[in-house]
């Protein structure tokens, strides 16, 4: 797939599923918070996420890759579903018992099959997700509905969240993401393109959700008293009057804007 993809998305090495790199979300909330505490008249950016320059000190959080839940796959049944797999459902579960949430959401074992689709309250027998017919089989999904609407806003999980075997999500998560062509203008006026400027980039679907971990470690700069609790919540202010953050480029043609929420595991 790469072969022909000049500016590829962040993958996983081991599955291939698309993720953003636990550096690049790092270096965004940086960012933000360097701007937060220029109209705070704070500073506390070196102590949270360490020292752009030089060895003094450690930085005090741990942010992990935002992994890939649901994918957004075109469907011949309906507009779009939200897609998912029992890895990456097994995945969150491992990450929410890592971070001390201690109710399980995943209530049983999903093992669908390749000609499989589980949903809840389905409509059809037949579900087409790009070229692949699927049969139906209804499941209760409601543990795992609620869970995934503490983590975003979706308000239509119940007719959208469809799972399939690994397999075919790794299949779709490969092959079913956008890819565009762009080319550059030359710089005469006369409206022509630039000879050999054509590349071709992938991005990731709008509306996909992803989760990333943030744990907050006792301040590591010397003679500071921030606790955990203080560290947690600097990065809990980024996001309390504008829950956004802007990853990765071509920011200027509205690329990489997330909406996040913040959910804390259990005490």
């Known amino acids: 797939m790469t072969g022909v993809i000049d500016l590829p998305i962040q993958r996983e090495s081991h599955t291939d599923w698309p993720c953003v790199y636990g550096s690049a979300v790092k270096g965004a909330m940086r960012m933000l918070a360097s701007d937060y505490v220029k109209d705070k008249k704070e500073d506390w950016v070196n102590e949270v996420f360490g020292p752009e320059e030089g060895n003094e000190h450690a930085g005090s959080v741990a942010i992990s890759d935002a992994k890939l839940l649901l994918l957004p796959v075109r469907s011949l049944t309906g507009y779009f579903k939200w897609v998912t797999c029992p890895a990456l ?10 971070l001390g949430f201690k109710e399980s ?12 689709a589980f949903m809840t309250n389905k409509s059809t027998d037949n579900l087409f997700l790009e070229e692949f017919r699927f049969e139906t089989e209804n499941k209760n999904l409601e543990s795992i509905i609620r869970h995934i609407g503490l983590l ?3 308000d239509n999980l119940k007719e959208q969240l469809v799972i399939v075997n690994n397999d075919i999500f790794s299949h779709l998560a490969r092959f079913a993401t956008p890819v565009n062509a762009h080319i550059k203008m030359k710089k005469d006026g006369t ?8 590349w071709y980039e992938e991005t990731l679907s709008a509306d996909s959700l992803l989760y990333t971990t943030v744990v907050a470690f006792k301040s590591r700069k010397k003679e500071s008293k921030k606790e955990n609790s203080d560290i947690l919540q600097s990065i809990k202010d980024l996001f309390s009057d504008h829950p956004y953050l802007q990853i ?11 909406k996040v929420k913040i959910i804390e595991g259990d005490k």
């Not at 959401?105 to 000609?115: R, S, Y």
């Open 89 to 98: 459902l097994e995945r969150l579960q491992r990450d929410c018992q890592r």
């Open 105 to 116: 959401f995943l209530t049983e074992t999903f093992k669908p099959n390749d000609n499989q």
């Open 152 to 154: 975003s806003d979706i």
């Open 191 to 198: 409206k022509t393109v630039e000879p050999g400027a054509l």
């Open 248 to 258: 990765g480029g071509n920011e200027t043609v509205g690329m990489g804007w997330c």
